[in-house]
């Protein structure tokens, strides 16, 4: 540091310490436009968060390549040989299971939630005669009972890594123990409502199975879904389904029978060889697609809009501290003409001089900007709590950014350059004759 700032910075300390309440009230004017800045930088990124929390829970984090395979028998065999102990790839299939009476009716047919948006069931088509009369495709011949129907996903990995479904009691399925021949399930939070209101048996139906296992639930998680939802690991599954019908299964146009894949990026060493291995057993390789989820850069024009919107309206509110730190720092010169002319006759340079008066106002600016952060973490900290629930469950995890931290440190170094700027020109331009009015 050189000793003409350095001697800027101890005479501009000087100056704050002799002049405490001038100070705080050009603080004071100048919190809220730095606290505003912290705030609307704070809340784009939580919005961006919100933005992408569901869209990650159901298509994946971004960079994610999501590899479509169609049905094929020997679709199963070939992801297990290829993909069991990797962590770089995960393989999903969904199908319907219902679990509790056998040759009943499902309280939630189609895996329709319990609460919310399509409560009682949507999973029947309707058909409608020529009169306008629509009835549901559902059989009516057979009774309703205490069943639930769940929309079945088999693992063949930890798809955390992918979709980040947060949990929310119990525990998640465990890859690396051996399998086990009562099938380990995970419910959503739709299907752990229906498992809590009712008392259902524990027989787990599945189309193509030899047999009906007895489900073992060990755990919920929020995988962002509305219907009803299982998760269960592949092997444990094939215990019970044949490979024939691992991946065909029954026809149901509700879930599918395709898997998908889940990749860490495009392009990889897996993705080559599963592709290789798959058209070798007889999947055509043009119905093999490949995404790649770029949910943030779909996402960025729209979030960087509303950013630069709050921005312009807080920048608004930083003006108004600005203008009072000028008014402040005009003042404080025109009180020390004489004391800046005293030290042009001995020999202080007009940078020097400026310097002090601007060093003043940056100061002030950096102390305004730490308490504003201060007050906006504080503040952060005790929201996420009280908000991160239901929906806004991704807020627990968050943290305050430091994206707010800096553009609340940038504000106060602009706010102390802009209001002090002209105050400083004034001190350096000091005629040194001015000292012979003192």
Same mark, same amino acid.
């Given at each position: ?7 800027? #910075?101890?005479?501009? /300390?000087?100056?704050?310490?002799? +002049?405490?309440?001038?100070? %705080? ?26 933005? #992408? ?28 040989? =290829?993909? =069991? ?5 995960? $393989? ?14 499902? &309280? ?66 465990? %890859?690396?123990?051996?399998?086990? &021949? ?8 739709? $299907?752990? @409502? ?5 008392? @259902? ?42 490979? =024939? ?15 998908? /894949? ?65 008014? @402040?720092?005009?003042? =404080? ?6 004391? %800046?002319?005293?030290? +042009? ?6 940078? #020097? ?17 730490? $308490? ?14 009280? #908000? ?51």
């Amino acid at each position: 540091m050189s000793g003409q700032l350095r001697s800027a #910075l101890i005479i501009g /300390v000087q100056g704050i310490r002799a +002049r405490k309440l001038r100070t %705080f009230l050009s603080m004071v004017s100048l919190f809220l436009g730095v606290l505003a800045i912290v705030v609307v930088q704070a809340g784009s990124q939580v919005a961006e968060r919100a933005m #992408l929390a569901d869209v990650e829970l159901n298509s994946g984090k971004d960079g994610t390549a999501q590899l479509f395979v169609p049905s094929n028998p020997k679709v199963p065999q070939v992801l297990a040989e =290829t993909l =069991t102990g990797r962590s770089d790839a995960v $393989a999903m299939r969904s199908t319907s299971a219902t679990i509790g009476e056998p040759g009943v009716r499902a &309280l939630n047919p189609g895996a329709s939630p319990f609460e919310g948006p399509g409560a009682g069931g949507y999973g029947y088509p309707m058909t409608c005669d020529s009169q306008g009369n629509c009835t549901s495709g559902e059989d009516q011949s057979v009774p309703k009972g205490v069943a639930i129907e769940v929309r079945l996903t088999s693992l063949t990995g930890d798809v955390r890594q992918f979709r980040p479904y947060r949990q929310e009691s119990g525990r998640w399925l465990d %890859f690396d123990s051996a399998p086990s &021949l009562a099938p380990r399930i995970v419910l959503n939070k739709q $299907a752990a @409502v229906g498992f809590q209101r009712y008392r @259902v048996p524990a027989q787990m139906r599945i189309a193509g199975a030899t047999a009906d296992p007895t489900p073992q639930i060990i755990g919920v998680v929020d995988d962002g879904g509305y219907g009803a939802a299982a998760y269960v690991r592949q092997d444990e599954l094939s215990n019970w389904v044949p490979s =024939t019908t691992a991946t065909a299964g029954a026809p149901d146009p509700r879930f599918g029978g395709g898997t998908s /894949v889940l990749l860490s990026g495009a392009g990889t060493d897996v993705e080559r060889v599963l592709k290789s291995r798959l058209a070798a057993n007889g999947v055509d390789p043009s119905q093999l697609r490949t995404e790649l989820v770029q949910s943030r850069a779909r996402a960025a024009s729209t979030l960087n809009l509303m950013r630069w919107i709050f921005l312009g309206m807080a920048a608004l509110v930083l003006l108004i501290g600005v203008a009072a730190i000028l008014n @402040v720092g005009l003042a =404080t010169v025109g009180e020390r003409v004489e004391e %800046f002319a005293l030290r +042009r006759a001995v020999g202080t340079s007009r940078l #020097l001089l400026a310097g002090i008066v601007l060093a003043e106002t940056l100061l002030t600016g950096l102390f305004t900007a730490g $308490a504003a952060i201060g007050v906006g973490a504080l503040a952060f900290k005790i929201a996420v709590p009280l #908000l991160g629930s239901g929906r806004m469950a991704f807020l627990r995890d968050l943290s305050f950014p430091w994206q707010a931290a800096v553009a609340g440190i940038i504000a106060g170094l602009v706010a102390g350059v802009l209001g002090g700027s002209i105050p400083a020109l004034r001190a350096a331009r000091i005629p040194i004759a001015t000292v012979m009015r003192a």
